[in-house]
């Protein structure tokens, strides 16, 4: 759908347009202040990998990365996108704090990766022209500071440089799932995806990153077992498990998601969307 070659369409929204828009979740819904970290648990996301189909991302990070060549992938995961953007700008340097993911980033081809965190980034200031940090808001301590570390190492004298910010759309089945089930039994505040697109914009509009296009993409979770009972159980597991591995009441969620999942099969029986966001920023000048 975003063949590399082509460039990707962008709608110049200015930072009060992307405050006010609704794939950013209803204003009246957003909260005040940032909830604070999710645990990203080792094989939660592992088991959740393995069942992600996410190429319309993959072709639209490529398709952005585009006449790049100093990429950086803040919170690079398991480097399936740190991957895509290294193959279009010819490399891409990524920073991880998980001690297995910085093992498995090391060993790919034209990465290089710096253990370290979001938060306190290891490079001088404007040192790359496209900057990505892709489902990773959610697991930072500080979010403010990340997201000012992030536009301090992108070149904002550069009119093309460009961050990518990926997140939850308003409409993300997924999250609507944890946020419905589960969240209510950990006694954590909701997930607001949009809430964590705002502030990006807001933060990186004070560095001269005023230039914004949101852009959607669908990806989604598969399940293809034929028997649904199956369907729901691998289903159950691998939502609880995704935030909540070993959380003392993991158990109880994964019982309480089964009904749950039973009604979303119902309309869609194979697949729960990750539906996403690319909020992306660059710099005034651009218009
Ligand atoms: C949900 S994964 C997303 C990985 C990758 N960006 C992707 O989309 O495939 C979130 C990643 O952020 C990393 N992470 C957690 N806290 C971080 C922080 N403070 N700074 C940078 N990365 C962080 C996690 O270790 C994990 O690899």
């Known amino acids: 759908m975003w063949p590399a070659e082509l460039s990707v369409p962008t709608s110049k929204l200015d930072v009060d347009a992307v405050v006010a828009h609704p794939w950013c979740g209803s204003v009246c819904d957003r909260p005040l202040e940032y909830r604070g970290p999710h645990q990203l648990s080792r094989n939660g996301w592992t088991n959740f990998t393995e069942r992600l189909e996410r190429g319309e991302e993959i072709a639209l990070l490529r398709a952005l990365a585009v006449g790049r060549a100093h990429a950086l992938d803040v919170g690079g995961g398991t480097g399936e996108l740190t991957a895509a953007v290294a193959t279009q700008a010819g490399r891409c340097k990524a920073v991880e704090p998980h001690r297995d993911r910085v093992a498995v980033l090391g060993e790919m081809a034209a990465v290089e990766v710096h253990p370290g965190h979001a ?169």
């Open 119 to 287: 938060e306190a980034l290891p490079f001088p200031d404007r040192s790359f022209d496209f900057v990505l940090a892709a489902w990773m808001l959610p697991y930072v301590q500080d979010l403010r500071a990340a997201l000012h570390e992030i536009a301090r190492v992108c070149d904002n004298e550069d009119p093309d440089a460009t961050i990518v910010i990926v997140g939850g759309a308003s409409d993300n089945e997924l999250v609507r799932l944890l946020n419905d089930v589960c969240i209510p039994l950990s006694g954590e505040e909701p997930d607001h995806q949009g809430f964590l697109l705002v502030e990006a914009a807001r933060a990186f509009a004070e560095h001269g990153f005023t230039d914004f296009s949101l852009l959607r993409t669908e990806a989604a979770l598969h399940f293809p077992e034929t028997s649904e009972d199956d369907r729901i159980k691998s289903a159950a597991t691998t939502l609880a498990d995704f935030w909540f591995e070993g959380h003392p009441r993991s158990v109880d969620m994964r019982l309480a998601l089964e009904p749950a999942l039973r009604e979303h099969f119902a309309h869609r029986p194979h697949a729960i969307g990750d539906q996403g966001i690319a909020l992306v920023a660059r710099p005034s000048r651009r218009r």
